[in-house]
C-alpha cells in the first residue's frame, strides 16, 4: 500500500517561496502509468490543480500557477517536491500530493488515488 507524506513550513511570508515535500512509501515514484501530483484547497473552496510529475519525469502545471511553480523530484529518496514562488495570502490553503492515474487527474477527487493527509500552510506577514 503506497503512502504519501507531505512535509514543510506550516507558515510563509508573502513574496516568499513556498517549498514542500512529499515523501513516497510503499511505491516508487517512477513505476509505470502514475502521475504524482500536487493540490491544495484554500479555505472555503474546492480542490485546486498545481500540477504533476509524471513517472517519466514530464511535468505540467495549472496555467493560473504555471508562472510561479515548479515541481521536481529525487529519484534516490523517492520524494517529490513543489516550490511555489512569490506566495501571498491567496496562496494559503491546505496542499496535498496524491498518486493518481490520468483518470484521477481529471476527476480530482480525494477518493480516487492515493493522498497525503494534507499539510496547512499559511502566508501571512
Known amino acids: 500500500q503506497v503512502q504519501l507524506q507531505e512535509s514543510g513550513p506550516g507558515l510563509v511570508k508573502p513574496s516568499q517561496t513556498l517549498s514542500l515535500t512529499c515523501t513516497v512509501s510503499?511505491?516508487?515514484?517512477?513505476?509505470?502509468?502514475?502521475?504524482w501530483t500536487w493540490i491544495r484547497q484554500p479555505p472555503g473552496k474546492g480542490l485546486e490543480r498545481i500540477g504533476y510529475?509524471?513517472?517519466?519525469?514530464?511535468?505540467y502545471y495549472s496555467p493560473s500557477l504555471r508562472s510561479r511553480t515548479s515541481i521536481s523530484r529525487d529519484t534516490s529518496k523517492n520524494q517529490f517536491t513543489l516550490q511555489l514562488s512569490s506566495v501571498t495570502p491567496e496562496d494559503t490553503a491546505v496542499y496535498y500530493c496524491?498518486?493518481?492515474?490520468?483518470?484521477?487527474?481529471?476527476?480530482?477527487?480525494?477518493?480516487?488515488?492515493?493522498w497525503g493527509q494534507g499539510t496547512q500552510v499559511t502566508v501571512t506577514s
Open positions: 510503499g511505491g516508487s515514484i517512477t513505476t509505470n502509468s502514475y502521475y
Open positions: 496524491a498518486r493518481v492515474t490520468a483518470a484521477g487527474w481529471a476527476l480530482m477527487n480525494r477518493g480516487v488515488g492515493d
Open positions: 510529475i509524471h513517472y517519466s519525469g514530464i511535468t
